[in-house]
Protein backbone atom coordinates (compact mmCIF):
# COMPACT_ATOMS: atom_id res chain seq x y z
CA UNK A 1 0.00 0.00 0.00
CA UNK A 2 1.63 3.34 -0.90
CA UNK A 3 0.35 6.48 0.98
CA UNK A 4 0.47 10.32 0.01
CA UNK A 5 -0.82 13.25 1.55
CA UNK A 6 -2.25 16.62 -0.03
CA UNK A 7 -3.83 19.96 0.55
CA UNK A 8 -7.38 20.99 -0.77
CA UNK A 9 -6.87 24.03 -2.39
CA UNK A 10 -9.97 24.52 -3.85
CA UNK A 11 -11.71 27.36 -2.11
CA UNK A 12 -15.00 25.28 -1.75
CA UNK A 13 -13.55 21.81 -0.05
CA UNK A 14 -14.19 18.81 -2.27
CA UNK A 15 -18.08 19.66 -3.36
CA UNK A 16 -20.28 17.58 -6.04
CA UNK A 17 -17.87 18.77 -8.93
CA UNK A 18 -14.60 17.94 -7.83
CA UNK A 19 -15.83 14.72 -5.84
CA UNK A 20 -17.12 13.44 -9.60
CA UNK A 21 -14.15 14.37 -11.52
CA UNK A 22 -11.67 12.48 -8.72
CA UNK A 23 -14.43 9.49 -8.55
CA UNK A 24 -14.20 9.32 -12.89
CA UNK A 25 -10.49 9.36 -12.42
CA UNK A 26 -10.20 7.02 -9.64
CA UNK A 27 -12.23 4.70 -11.94
CA UNK A 28 -10.10 4.53 -14.57
CA UNK A 29 -7.40 2.47 -12.36
CA UNK A 30 -7.65 -1.02 -11.23
CA UNK A 31 -6.28 -0.04 -7.52
CA UNK A 32 -7.91 0.41 -5.08
CA UNK A 33 -7.97 3.66 -3.90
CA UNK A 34 -9.06 5.76 -0.16
CA UNK A 35 -9.31 8.53 1.06
CA UNK A 36 -8.33 9.20 4.84
CA UNK A 37 -9.43 12.24 6.69
CA UNK A 38 -9.13 12.24 10.34
CA UNK A 39 -10.88 9.13 11.45
CA UNK A 40 -12.96 8.96 8.19
CA UNK A 41 -12.26 6.73 5.08
CA UNK A 42 -14.04 6.82 1.47
CA UNK A 43 -13.53 4.34 -1.52
CA UNK A 44 -12.17 7.27 -4.38
CA UNK A 45 -14.15 5.86 -6.38
CA UNK A 46 -17.87 6.52 -5.01
CA UNK A 47 -18.86 10.23 -5.26
CA UNK A 48 -21.25 9.80 -2.11
CA UNK A 49 -18.02 7.87 -0.11
CA UNK A 50 -16.15 11.30 -1.31
CA UNK A 51 -18.83 13.97 -0.30
CA UNK A 52 -19.20 12.09 3.11
CA UNK A 53 -15.93 12.57 4.27
CA UNK A 54 -17.14 16.55 4.16
CA UNK A 55 -13.52 17.71 2.89
CA UNK A 56 -13.46 21.60 3.52
CA UNK A 57 -10.84 24.09 2.13
CA UNK A 58 -7.19 23.66 3.67
CA UNK A 59 -7.53 20.38 5.15
CA UNK A 60 -5.19 17.37 4.73
CA UNK A 61 -6.47 14.68 2.72
CA UNK A 62 -4.59 10.92 2.76
CA UNK A 63 -4.65 9.11 -0.26
CA UNK A 64 -4.17 4.84 -0.27
CA UNK A 65 -3.81 2.84 -3.04
CA UNK A 66 -2.98 -0.31 -3.70
CA UNK A 67 -2.54 -2.67 -6.60
CA UNK A 68 -1.81 -3.31 -9.60
CA UNK A 69 -1.47 0.43 -11.07
CA UNK A 70 -1.30 2.09 -7.82
CA UNK A 71 1.77 4.30 -8.11
CA UNK A 72 0.58 5.61 -10.96
CA UNK A 73 -2.65 6.08 -9.44
CA UNK A 74 -1.19 8.08 -6.86
CA UNK A 75 0.31 10.38 -8.98
CA UNK A 76 -2.04 11.40 -10.97
CA UNK A 77 -4.54 11.96 -8.67
CA UNK A 78 -1.87 14.05 -6.79
CA UNK A 79 -1.40 16.17 -9.80
CA UNK A 80 -5.23 16.43 -9.85
CA UNK A 81 -5.99 17.74 -6.59
CA UNK A 82 -3.18 20.01 -6.32
CA UNK A 83 -3.88 21.35 -9.43
CA UNK A 84 -7.29 22.40 -7.86
CA UNK A 85 -8.69 20.47 -10.87
CA UNK A 86 -9.13 24.17 -12.61
CA UNK A 87 -8.76 22.37 -16.11
CA UNK A 88 -12.39 20.47 -15.54
CA UNK A 89 -13.91 23.82 -13.91
CA UNK A 90 -13.18 26.42 -16.56
CA UNK A 91 -14.92 24.33 -18.56
CA UNK A 92 -17.86 24.01 -16.14
CA UNK A 93 -17.48 27.31 -15.67
CA UNK A 94 -17.96 28.69 -19.16
CA UNK A 95 -20.68 25.91 -19.99
CA UNK A 96 -22.46 26.94 -16.74
CA UNK A 97 -22.41 30.62 -17.64
CA UNK A 98 -23.44 29.85 -21.38
CA UNK A 99 -26.50 27.99 -19.89
CA UNK A 100 -27.47 30.41 -17.12
CA UNK A 101 -27.26 33.55 -19.66
CA UNK A 102 -29.56 31.21 -22.04
CA UNK A 103 -32.18 30.17 -18.71
CA UNK A 104 -32.19 33.71 -18.22
CA UNK A 105 -33.27 35.08 -21.84
CA UNK A 106 -35.67 32.06 -22.28
CA UNK A 107 -37.15 33.03 -18.52
CA UNK A 108 -37.72 36.68 -19.78
CA UNK A 109 -38.86 35.69 -23.06
CA UNK A 110 -41.69 33.56 -21.38
CA UNK A 111 -42.44 35.63 -18.59
CA UNK A 112 -42.86 38.84 -21.60
CA UNK A 113 -45.12 36.29 -23.61
CA UNK A 114 -47.33 35.18 -20.17
CA UNK A 115 -47.86 38.78 -19.40
CA UNK A 116 -48.87 39.94 -23.45
CA UNK A 117 -51.09 36.59 -22.89
CA UNK A 118 -52.75 37.83 -19.77
CA UNK A 119 -53.39 41.19 -20.95
CA UNK A 120 -54.86 39.96 -24.03
CA UNK A 121 -57.22 37.34 -22.29
CA UNK A 122 -57.93 40.94 -19.93
CA UNK A 123 -58.98 43.04 -22.92
CA UNK A 124 -61.12 40.13 -24.85
CA UNK A 125 -62.94 39.68 -20.89
CA UNK A 126 -63.43 43.54 -20.41
CA UNK A 127 -64.45 44.59 -24.20
CA UNK A 128 -66.88 41.35 -24.17
CA UNK A 129 -68.56 41.08 -20.96
CA UNK A 130 -69.37 44.97 -19.84
CA UNK A 131 -71.13 47.44 -21.71
CA UNK A 132 -71.66 51.14 -21.05
CA UNK A 133 -74.61 52.29 -20.74
CA UNK A 134 -75.77 55.59 -21.75
CA UNK A 135 -75.78 56.84 -17.55
CA UNK A 136 -71.80 56.21 -17.98
CA UNK A 137 -72.24 53.72 -15.68
CA UNK A 138 -71.17 49.65 -16.30
CA UNK A 139 -72.94 46.68 -15.91
CA UNK A 140 -71.87 43.14 -15.97
CA UNK A 141 -73.88 40.68 -17.71
CA UNK A 142 -72.89 37.39 -18.40
CA UNK A 143 -72.58 35.75 -21.56
Known sequence: MIVRQVTIHDPYGLHARPAAVLARKAKSF???ISLCVENKKAD?????????????????VN?????????????EICDLIGNG?????EQLSSQRR???????????????????SEVFHVHNYLR???RVQPDKT???FAR
Open 30 to 32: DAD
Open 44 to 60: AKSILDILGLAVGPGMV
Open 63 to 75: IEASGRDAGMALD
Open 85 to 89: MCEEK
Open 98 to 116: FSESHVFRNTVHAAEEFVK
Open 128 to 130: NSV
Open 138 to 140: MEN
